[in-house]
C-alpha cells in the first residue's frame, strides 16, 4: 500500500499568517493517464471531511484562493496563506492513483 | 440541494451483522463513482471500498475483503454497505461520499459485546 506521510502533525499557527503542510507519498502518484490524484481536505471539528484540493493544485468550488496546492512525483504540499480562526481543524492529503487509495495521518491546525 | 445522508448504523456484537445506506439527492447519482470511508473516533481516515457507476466494479481494503459487500442502486440514488462478521475494530463513523467532493455526515457502528 501507498503511505502517506504529512508533516508536522501538529501546526500552531498566528492569524493572518502562512501555514504549510507537507505530504509524502512512498512512491509516485503519477497514474498511467499522467495524471497525479493527490487530494487535500479538511476536517472541522464534529464535521465531515471537506475536499479543498483535487490532482494536486487544483481548488473546489467555493475554496478560498488563501488555499493552495503544489508538488509533484512524492513530495505534494498544501500552503494556507492569511490564517482565519475558521481554517483550524485536521487537514489530510490522500492518494487516488494506487488501490487501495490511502490518507495521510493528518496535521491539526490550531490558532496560537 | 446537493446532499448524501447515511443510515444504518447501530451496537451489534462481534460476528454480527450490519447494512448501512447512504441516500444520495441533488446530483447525478447514476454517473458517479461512490465510495465508503471510515473514522474511528478522534483518528484518522480509511478508505473502505468504492463501487463504479455502473455497479460493474468493486474495490475493498483488504481488512474488510470477504466481510463487507459494497453495492448500489442506481434507480433509488442509493448506496449501500453490507457488513458481516463485524469485529470491534469495524467500530467507526461510516461517510459515504460521491468521487471525494461530497460526504455525507456519517453514521456509526459499533462492535462490542
Known amino acids: 500500500d501507498v503511505v502517506m506521510t504529512q508533516s508536522p502533525l501538529s501546526l500552531p499557527v498566528t492569524l493572518g499568517q502562512s501555514a504549510s503542510i507537507s505530504c509524502r507519498s512512498s512512491q509516485s502518484l503519477v497514474y498511467t493517464d499522467g495524471n497525479i490524484y493527490l487530494n487535500w481536505f479538511h476536517q472541522r471539528p464534529g464535521q465531515s471531511p471537506r475536499r479543498l484540493i483535487f490532482?494536486?493544485?487544483n481548488r473546489d468550488s467555493r475554496v478560498p484562493d488563501r488555499f493552495s496546492g503544489s508538488g509533484s512525483g512524492t513530495d505534494f504540499t498544501l500552503n494556507i496563506s492569511r490564517v482565519e480562526a475558521d481554517d483550524v481543524g485536521v487537514y489530510y492529503c490522500m492518494q487516488g492513483t494506487h488501490w487501495p487509495k490511502t490518507f495521510g495521518q493528518g496535521t491539526k491546525v490550531e490558532i496560537k | 440541494e446537493v446532499q448524501l445522508v447515511e443510515s444504518g448504523g447501530g451496537l451489534v456484537q462481534p460476528g454480527g451483522s450490519l447494512r448501512l445506506s447512504c441516500a444520495a439527492s441533488?446530483?447525478?447519482?447514476?454517473?458517479?463513482?461512490m465510495s465508503w470511508v471510515r473514522q474511528v473516533s478522534g483518528k484518522g481516515l480509511e478508505w473502505v471500498a468504492n463501487i463504479k457507476p455502473d455497479g460493474n466494479e468493486k474495490s475493498y481494503v483488504d481488512s474488510v475483503k470477504g466481510r463487507f459487500t459494497i453495492s448500489r442502486d442506481n434507480d433509488q440514488n442509493s448506496l449501500f454497505l453490507q457488513m458481516n462478521g463485524l469485529r470491534v475494530e469495524d467500530s467507526a463513523l461510516y461517510y459515504c461520499a460521491r468521487e471525494w467532493n461530497i460526504w455525507g455526515q456519517g453514521t456509526t457502528v459499533i462492535v462490542s459485546s
Open positions: 490532482k494536486v493544485s
Open positions: 441533488g446530483f447525478d447519482f447514476r454517473s458517479s463513482w
